[in-house]
């Protein structure tokens, strides 16, 4: 295990981002909306600047690696990025606040945010800004700079402090209401019943949905670029024409797609708790070959085998575990899981073995292992590797399926690791940083982007690991894939008295509705299980 913090800096497999959307850092050419304002943003996260004669505000920051997007897009435009004296965003995400603290020590502009989420933006927590803010705005101030006035309107829930920004553009000679949503989506992980940390969430978007829908709107913009369909508008501005970005119809009918979407999940997560049949489509429940979902004790819903939870002090004496959990410190956490309903809650670093036996639930010849994490692996995990899930019956490099986060890198990368018998792929027992092969099948996440706020769901894949010669693996996050590692040569021998679904090994955190499936399950199987367990 020790030679694996050299490994994330010397994989040759993609190392991805991990939103997994290209639009998200592409760049395009900033451009004209109406009047003094502009975008400046990427392909999908927007950033707009107010341009006026004593200077220019600019609305977001995306991510660190984005402001020399920015900027450039700015220079382009025939501004100066250095006249930016304010930084405003539209909610405490790092897709849209990350590079606010870059911008400020650039530029020297005042950051101005949202009460509420003026926390999150100052926080040194690695992915946060850690940035000072320099003015706290409360619900209908106003900024104003050289004749341009913004008003902050309190959209909350998304995040408690989700800002959406107004103001009049003068344009040829007609006065625009432009409107830039800061986000009215209910993403998935979003606990609306019973949270806990956040319990007004559900009456927050209430508030939010009323209050756009009482705005004026004729530029209908918004945090994403994907709200209003930017790209395409974009190709239809450079065609000629009248302005697209003039679009009251469908900012009403965003919000109002937005509000039913809202509701909906709401009355779902009111009246249909998670449970086996809710959280695994039908399509997926005869490849069902085991399921925990922690809300109804310890032990598995559904197991084809041994459906108790099992600990002992170490893996080595596995035949010694005991059912239960024993004196590990990890426990049910009522009301933290999906939809407010119950989780595994590992309190501190886990050094013990807790496990469910592997022996009729997951097998080489092919099948899928799912799984949810809620953590903040900066925050919440203790110096060291840690493993949410380890398939194997020996150790981490000799037939086993994992992922873990990583130990030194800033911020923590997410990987997926596939190796088969240590004597057959590695006979002559090279440190595994020399071997091209374990290099070669790391599947590595740069920025898995895990947080204590949501849910966040992995699903691992695999086929052909029985025969050897052409094994393969892949990882999937939120729904979607990430990569794989491909040309798994050596056979997997899994020994079943010893074989292990393990959980939170050296982990800390949240981990909710572990789940087995007989085959490996397609793109459009991992999507729907995704959405059908999406209930925060």
């Known amino acids: 295990m020790i030679l694996r913090v050299i490994l994330s800096l010397l994989a040759v497999t993609a190392t991805l981002p991990a939103q997994g959307n290209p639009d998200w850092h592409r760049a395009v050419p900033g451009f004209k909306l109406a009047g003094n304002l502009y975008y400046v943003g990427t392909a999908d996260l927007a950033v707009y600047l107010v341009h006026t004669p004593q200077g220019n505000i600019l609305i977001n920051s995306d991510f660190k690696q984005d402001v020399p997007t920015i900027r450039a897009s700015i220079e382009k435009l025939g501004f100066k990025y250095g006249d930016t004296k304010i930084i405003l965003i539209s909610h405490a995400h790092g897709d849209h606040d990350e590079g606010v603290g870059v911008i400020k020590q650039e530029t020297g502009a005042k950051l101005m ?10 926080s040194t927590s690695r992915g946060r800004p850690g940035a000072q803010v320099d003015r706290i705005l409360h619900d209908g101030d106003t900024v104003e700079l050289g004749g341009s006035k913004l008003t902050a309107r309190l959209t909350p829930g998304h995040t408690k402090g989700c800002t959406t920004w107004t103001m009049q553009v003068q344009d040829g000679g007609r ?3 432009a409107v830039i949503i800061g986000s009215p989506n209910v993403n998935p992980g979003y606990i609306l019943v019973g949270n806990t940390k956040y319990p007004q969430i559900a009456e927050d978007y209430v508030k939010t949905f009323a209050t756009l829908k009482s705005l004026p709107c004729d530029l209908f913009l918004g945090a994403h670029g994907a709200y209003f369909g930017m790209l395409a508008k974009y190709e239809k501005a450079k065609a000629g024409g009248p302005n697209p970005f003039i679009d009251p119809q469908g900012y009403r009918a965003y919000v109002d797609e937005r509000d039913a979407a809202f509701r909906k999940e709401s009355e779902r997560q009111k009246n249909a708790p998670p449970s086996t049949a809710s959280t695994v489509p039908d399509s997926l429940r005869r490849n069902l070959s085991f399921h925990a979902s ?8 559904v197991a084809r085998g041994d459906r108790a939870i099992y600990n002992a002090s170490d893996y080595k004496p596995q035949s010694l575990a005991q059912p239960g959990l024993g004196d590990v410190d990890v426990v049910i956490e009522k009301g933290s899981g999906i939809a407010g309903s119950d989780a595994l809650r590992f309190r501190t670093k886990n050094t013990r073995a807790v496990f469910f036996r592997g ?14 994490l809620r953590l903040d692996p900066e925050k919440d995990l203790a110096p060291g590797f840690s493993d949410p899930i380890q398939v194997t019956d020996k150790a981490y490099n000799d037939s086993a399926i994992w992922v873990d986060f990583t130990k030194d890198d800033v911020p923590r990368h997410f990987r997926l690791g596939v ?7 590695n006979p002559e027992n090279t440190p595994s940083d020399q071997n091209p092969d374990f290099l070669r099948r790391l599947v590595v996440v740069d920025r898995p982007g895990f947080s204590r706020d949501r849910w966040t769901h992995v699903a691992l894949t695999w086929t052909g690991l029985d025969k050897g010669g052409d094994g393969s ?10 990569s794989s590692a491909t040309g798994i040569r050596e056979p997997f021998a899994w020994e079943a008295s010893r074989l292990a679904i393990r959980l939170g090994v050296n ?12 085959r490996p399950l397609g793109e459009g199987d991992i999507a729907s299980l995704y959405s059908a367990g999406s209930r925060q």
């Open 359 to 372: 022996h009729r639930h997951v097998a080489p010849a092919g099948g899928t292992v799912s799984f949810w």
């Open 113 to 122: 945010v949202m009460d509420a989420d003026v926390p999150d933006v100052e």
């Open 507 to 518: 982990y800390t955190g949240l981990m909710d509705d572990v789940a087995a499936f007989d």
């Open 175 to 177: 006065k625009l209401n």
């Open 419 to 425: 190796f088969g018998s240590l004597k057959a792929w």
């Open 294 to 301: 922690f809300d109804k004790g310890l032990d598995a819903d």
């Open 473 to 482: 693996a892949s990882l999937f996050l939120n729904g979607k894939r990430i």
